[in-house]
Nanobody, 117 residues
Framework: QVQLVESGGGLVQPGGSLRLSCAASGSIAHIYAMAWDRQAPGKRRELVATVTSDDTATYGDSVKGRFTISRDNAKNTVYLQMNSLKPEDTAVYYC???????????WGQGTQVTVSS
């Protein structure tokens, strides 16, 4: 099994930056990609970014040009660098591990990001 531990959320002013981290452990070899999703109150969960094992990254339209996903394979950790944050980025952010048949192996516990002045 895969375990995920997220960190890095918090309160930031509009225009500010935050970096989220998600450390994976356990059956690392089963992981094909890592992803970040988010869910705001009363809204559907939204895919934010994905990075595959060969470092191919994709982004949701609402975060393109502002967020960057990256992975450190030596640390089994994926990061989400969030710049130029907006109030509409406020949500609980969830990390996930995706298997080789594109199934979700595990969700992280979620970390709150609040963008407010």
């Amino acid at each position: 099994q895969v375990q995920l531990v997220e960190s890095g959320g918090g309160l930031v002013q509009p225009g500010g930056s935050l970096r989220l981290s998600c450390a994976a452990s356990g059956s690392i070899a089963h992981i094909y990609a890592m992803a970040w999703d988010r869910q705001a109150p009363g809204k559907r969960r939204e895919l934010v970014a994905t990075v595959t094992s060969d470092d191919t990254a994709t982004y949701g339209d609402s975060v393109k040009g502002r967020f960057t996903i990256s992975r450190d394979n030596a640390k089994n950790t994926v990061y989400l660098q969030m710049n130029s944050l907006k109030p509409e980025d406020t949500a609980v952010y969830y990390c996930s591990a995706i298997g080789h048949t594109r199934e979700v192996l595990r969700w992280g516990q979620g970390t709150q990001v609040t963008v407010s002045s």
